[in-house]
């Protein structure tokens, strides 16, 4: 049966895509702009958005299993309600949905509130469910290499407590793993929660430390202040999204994102590999 991939063009499920497509899945991913949406010859391309609901009908058709990855959007919630909707209108009780770590607990952050509303959805309504729960993003350090690079500040106000950011690579595998999991599976199975996290849990002060070590010169951490991060985040985004970043950082700061005993050992068991560290994504930034 098809597996549906909605968030198909974004740094995690481009990859998800990839990993199904190298497991044999019969792939369809739903998308606003085809022409712009370069998949591999095999992965069926459906035209819509997530408040279109002709077009979630038609692609949702035939599907047995959901991957839901909701951008970060205003409208996030209900787009993510109306889908899960849809979904079971459509007879689909198997999905794989990207939640965020914490979810339950960063009530105060917007889009950790909305994806804990969704598993608490896909919960009550009977859905046999993987939520992923990933840490920050290492991929989107990207955003504030300028100032790395340039400046000599690692700008993330991230604190001491500790962040196990994760690679995008290593969420998407284990996105991929579940997929194949459930879609091949005689009955819908129980909910799973699993939290994607990195190796390492990180400080401000030990990422520029690592930052340092990669460009050979002194990078500093530029404090828990997150005044400045938002005002930088809302040169090229809109003011409400700088704002909600700031929410984040400010959780990061007074709660870290740190893991539970035995997650590391359990996605290293479950990928058969190491995760993808820090380190890495530094040193591919560094050289350009």
């Known amino acids: 049966m098809t597996i549906l991939v909605i968030g198909a ?32 010859a095999s992965v069926e391309v459906a035209q819509g958005e997530l408040l279109d609901i002709d077009a979630v009908r038609s692609a949702l058709a035939g599907v047995r299993t959901l991957f839901l990855l909701n951008a970060v959007t205003g409208d996030e919630f209900t787009q993510a309600i109306v889908t899960l909707n849809l979904a079971r209108e459509a007879g689909i009780d198997r ?33 046999g469910a993987t939520i992923l729960r990933p840490t ?26 500790g962040l196990a950011m994760v690679d995008a690579r290593d969420i998407a595998e284990v996105a991929a793993i579940e997929l194949m999991r459930r879609d091949t599976a005689e009955a819908a199975l129980p ?7 990195g190796p ?15 460009l050979g010169r002194s990078i500093v951490y530029g404090g828990d202040d997150p005044s400045g991060f938002e005002a930088n985040m ?40 190491p995760l993808h560290s820090y380190r890495e994504t530094a040193t591919r930034i560094a050289g350009g």
């Open 95 to 127: 999905v794989v949905y990207l939640s965020v770590f914490d979810a339950d607990r960063a009530v105060n952050v917007p889009h950790f509130a909305v994806k804990h509303g969704a598993e608490r959805m896909l919960e009550a309504m009977g859905f």
């Open 9 to 40: 063009t974004g740094r995690v499920g481009r990859h998800v895509v990839d990993q199904l497509v190298r497991r044999g899945a019969a792939v369809r991913v739903l998308t606003r702009g085809p022409a712009k949406a370069f998949f591999p």
């Open 200 to 214: 390492d849990t990180l400080t401000g002060e030990g990422v520029a430390a690592i930052w340092s070590e990669v």
């Open 191 to 197: 909910i799973e929660t699993i939290n994607i996290v």
């Open 234 to 273: 809302a040169t090229f985004m809109p003011k409400w999204t700088a704002y909600e970043m700031r929410l984040m950082a400010q959780r990061y700061v007074s709660d870290g994102m740190i893991p539970q005993a035995g997650d590391v050992e359990r996605l290293t068991s479950l990928l058969g590999r």
């Open 136 to 161: 920050y993003f290492i991929d989107n350090e990207v955003m504030v290499k300028d100032v790395i690079l340039n400046h000599g500040v690692y700008p993330m106000p991230i604190g001491n407590k």
